[in-house]
């Protein structure tokens, strides 16, 4: 802590003017954005894993109060030039709301919070409180998408340290069977809750005991490591103690138990660590004008004034500009989508007279809030049997996006499918050209019927945005965007397409002549949908 005494700064006259520009700007930013604002804190009250978002301005606020009496000697200086930064984050803002992708809509909207700072105060107000800014950037709610490869990894980790100890293992994707019991790797178990709150103390912890960046540096990449291994270390515990109890402890409510205590634990020998290498405060800073004569106090004031002024401007139009795109496709009629019993080369919907394809296993998707679905078999002439499944979005929003992580072909938890993606592939269109997809492989966790096969799905899944069909996310979102640019509007389709034919060859087959058949008649039908709003 500084052993200077605090200082007030509204007896210091070169604040008296440059506190209320400053706040006034702020606050226009919240109230044009709060939009984004409203979601980011609606994520944190509902999602443990960024509950601890509540606590990143009450942080930031003690850490710059901290400095007040470095910030006291300092003369605030507008910044001019960094209005270009002000107008890059608020078009970032703008592309990010027109692709529909609220991280980056939230990180340009704390971007902007941020660059208020050296905008108005000045470069050298920001840089003494430089880490409690950047510390704004725990506010946004990010990483959900890690959770599927962070889930593969812990289970990677356990099921090779189970057969290292002896214990055989029979695994099929995120489920593994050991002797006296079955396990699922589920999101809770992927650590990413650990690896978030450990990075946003240790990175605090960093900055209030060091002074050498090389040693924030190292402490902080510790902090994101050591959550990972702690996670895989968890599991296998966990794991080991319900096999060795014959599953009469680290089961039900203290397996979260065991888990949190033990996470507290790790995280604690970190900081006693830590803190072998802790280092002093800094000294006080003297009075600084940064190398150059300072303006006259009324000639700052006006320059803080029109910067502020200007600030004000660059916010507004991408705000403008994205509210003018939302009312007009808000106008638009609610999606109708109804799948023919009949497609294309005979291919005809089951229980359709002449359909002779053999049933297939009920499977429900779970994509998240769609406008419109429409979900149908079908029969083809060699007899097999694909099933379609379309999610249309329209008027997409935080609750309702095309690209989404909530987006998936089988529930986190689910007890009745097991998903084992695949990768992706390119197939014959039927037309000369290629088509990507993303496959996976869905099996049934429990058996068929007697004398029946176990049901294992071969799926195909992409997009269908402006009238062509796309593979990837990006590449889905990037269509999206460029879409409504153009004034098509933000209309899109998530396609999945999916066989049993008893093998996966042979399903595989079953779609690549689906495919061939019904691109066209599938574009066509979305098309229609579009073009009705």
Known sequence: MSAIPATDLKAASPWRRALPLFLLLEAAILLLYRDTGETMVGIWWRSETFAHAFLVLPISLWLVWRRRADLAVLAPRACPGLLLAVLAAALAWLLARLVVTDVVAQFAFVGLLILAVPAVLGLEVAGVILFPLLFLFFAVPFGEFVVPTMMSWTANFVVTALQFTGIPVYREGQHFIIPNGSWSVIDECSGVRYLMASFMVGTLFAY??????????????????????????????IVMLAYLSDNR?????????????????????????????AEPDAPPRPASTGGRPLPPQPARDRAMALTAAAAVVLVLLPHAAAGLLLRQELIAAPARLVLPAALGAGWQAQGAQGAQGAPLVAFQPRFSNPSVEAERAYAGPGGAAVGVDIAYYRNQHEGRKLVSSTNRLVAMRSDEWNLMPKGRREVSDGHGGTLGVDTAEILALAP?????????????????????????????????????????????????????????????????????????????????TRDAR
């Open 448 to 528: 068929g019927e007697p004398g029946t096969h176990r049901p294992h799905l071969v799926a195909w899944h992409f997009y269908w945005v402006d009238g062509r069909f796309i593979a990837g996310d990006v590449a889905a979102k990037l269509a999206g965007g460029l879409a409504r640019l153009q004034g098509h509007g933000d209309e899109g389709a998530l396609v999945l397409l999916y066989a049993d034919a008893g093998s996966v060859p042979a399903s595989e087959a079953a779609l690549q002549a689906f495919v061939q058949a019904n691109l066209g008649p599938l574009n066509a039908l979305l098309l229609k």
């Open 208 to 237: 209030l005991n060091y002074r050498s960046h090389w040693r924030r540096g190292v402490f902080m990449v510790i902090s994101l490591l050591m959550p990972v291994l702690a996670n895989w270390l968890r599991a296998y515990l």
């Open 249 to 277: 402890i680290a089961t039900g409510i203290d397996h979260i138990l065991y888990g949190w205590v033990f996470f507290g634990f790790i995280i604690f020998l970190m900081f006693v660590v830590g803190a072998r290498w």
